[in-house]
């Protein structure tokens, strides 16, 4: 039997995948074509039109990547939820790959590592009204903020966010985990990293946390667990040559493919 043509990824590196949400209408149709029905009612309960076709591209986009990877078709594989709305892949035996997707306005971006699990976020910085850092970081990032120099505040603000979100986001317990049960670092005179979390001691070693390289008007992080391994970032592009791996997947070959319009195409 063949075996899985699976993209291998390898412990050294977490590959990073960004992309505009804003498509012109006939990709906006192509990728709602590589949504399941429930993903296509999703899209449909938003308000405003532009967030569901915005939803529509991520998902489409989020899809194909993914398929790229698992080396088959993107709209054959389906999604599983933690408790706390974290997806995964629904893969019959496992799920060789662990994702994590963030968008912010008109961008996405997109985690993959086949060795860690981890999170990713992504912000529009956008100038605060409020004291939001009070509300949300802990005692000690509250502080490190405070004595940045007033220049300096909404880009530390934005690099404690999403390092904050980020880790929440690996974590998988969602914000069931308390913003001040951890601290990040975020001033520049520290590297990104985890300083604490209560009751895991090993925590700050074992979890790594990353800039994520964004346009200007953007700040982002990526952390995983890797349990020491020195880990980097990878950007992918859709520009690279495309990778060398069949689609066949033992899982799938005598499976149907359900299509979005319910119909059924049994692939050989
Ligand atoms: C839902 C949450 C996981 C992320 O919210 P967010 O920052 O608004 O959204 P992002 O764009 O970064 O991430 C959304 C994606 O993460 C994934 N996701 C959803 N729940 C998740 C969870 N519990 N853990 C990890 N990833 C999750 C999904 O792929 C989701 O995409 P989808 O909406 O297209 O299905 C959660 O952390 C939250 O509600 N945060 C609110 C903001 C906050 O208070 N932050 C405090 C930081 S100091």
């Known amino acids: 039997m063949q ?3 699976f993209e291998i990824i390898g412990p050294d590196v977490i590959d990073v995948w960004t992309w505009s949400l804003d498509a012109p209408p006939p990709s906006v149709d192509e990728f709602a074509a590589l949504l399941s029905a429930e993903e296509l009612a999703r899209a449909a309960r938003f308000v405003r039109e532009r967030d569901g076709q915005r939803f529509i591209v991520g998902r489409g986009r989020l899809r ?23 997806p995964s892949i629904a893969l019959p035996g496992g799920t060789p790959f662990q994702f994590n997707l963030s968008h912010s306005a008109d961008l996405a971006a997109l985690a993959i590592s ?4 981890l999170g990713i976020d992504i912000e529009e910085i956008r100038f605060l009204k409020e004291d939001i850092a009070g509300r949300f ?9 405070q004595a940045l120099p007033p220049e300096a505040y909404l880009d530390g603000f934005y690099r404690c966010w999403t390092r904050k979100e980020a880790f929440v986001k690996a974590h998988g ?6 913003l001040d049960s951890f601290d990040v670092t975020f001033d520049w ?17 074992n979890w790594r946390v990353l800039e994520l390289e964004t346009p200007i008007t953007f700040a982002g992080a990526v952390v995983a667990l890797t349990k020491g391994h020195p880990v980097g970032l990878r950007y992918r592009s859709d520009e690279e040559e495309a990778p ?3 689609v066949s997947h033992p899982e799938y070959s005598a499976r149907p493919l359900h299509r979005n319009d319910g119909s059924q195409e049994v692939r050989s």
């Open 114 to 117: 086949d060795h860690y699990e």
């Open 3 to 5: 075996q899985p043509s």
């Open 64 to 86: 194909s990547i993914l398929g790229r990877y698992l080396g088959l078709p993107p709209q054959i594989f389906s999604f599983i939820y933690n408790d706390y709305g974290k």
């Open 137 to 145: 970081f802990s005692r000690r990032e509250y502080l490190t903020l």
């Open 244 to 246: 060398k791996w069949s």
């Open 173 to 178: 317990a969602g914000l069931s985990l308390p």
């Open 189 to 205: 005179a520290n590297e990104p990293r985890l300083e604490r979390l209560d009751g895991d001691p090993d925590a700050p070693s």
